[in-house]
């Protein structure tokens, strides 16, 4: 009976995780593009890791390796900080078994410098990407956070 219990809970907990996907907010950041041209830059920090692959993948720079060009522009990266939203909603979709979809909206204060010579850019903006949870999500296979933050760091880049 306790194994059947066990194995009841081990099955929710895998399927309630499989079904999430992320939402980028303001609406208007999920469609915009940039094709002008990027600004070549060299990371100081790379091994603020998450930071880095957020930076990446928004397109903002082309990131290169050679930090011996005077021409490019250097980047210092912050540990990112996350606001979490309150988890309660959650409990409507678990007991539904995720057929009532649940919006959690996390904020993220992304932060870095930009160094021309020896002009200093701060640079801050609070990234919206909300974690939706919803059974139908379990089909829903673009699951990479790095890159709706990426986009929403875009979109905030150029329009701010």
Not at 48 to 68: M, N, T, V
Not at 111 to 119: G, K, L
């Amino acid at each position: 009976m306790r194994l059947a219990g066990l194995t009841i809970f081990i099955f929710i907990y895998i399927f309630f995780c499989s079904c999430y996907s992320y939402k980028i907010f303001p609406k208007q950041a999920r469609d915009f593009y940039y094709t002008g041209e990027k600004k070549e830059a060299f990371i100081l920090n790379p091994e603020l890791s998450k930071e880095f692959k957020i930076l990446k993948a928004s397109g903002i720079y082309k990131i290169i390796d050679d930090s011996s060009n005077n021409s490019v522009i250097r980047i210092k990266l912050y540990p990112m900080k996350r606001n979490i939203a309150c988890g309660e909603p959650a409990l409507g979709s678990l007991i539904t078994l995720g057929q009532v979809p649940v919006l959690l909206p996390d904020k993220y204060q992304y932060r870095f410098d930009e160094i021309s010579n020896t002009v200093i850019v701060h640079k801050q903006q609070e990234l919206e990407v909300a974690t939706r949870y919803w059974f139908w999500d379990m089909f829903v296979f673009n699951k990479n956070f790095n890159k709706k933050a990426g986009q929403t760091l875009l979109a905030g880049y150029y329009n701010n």
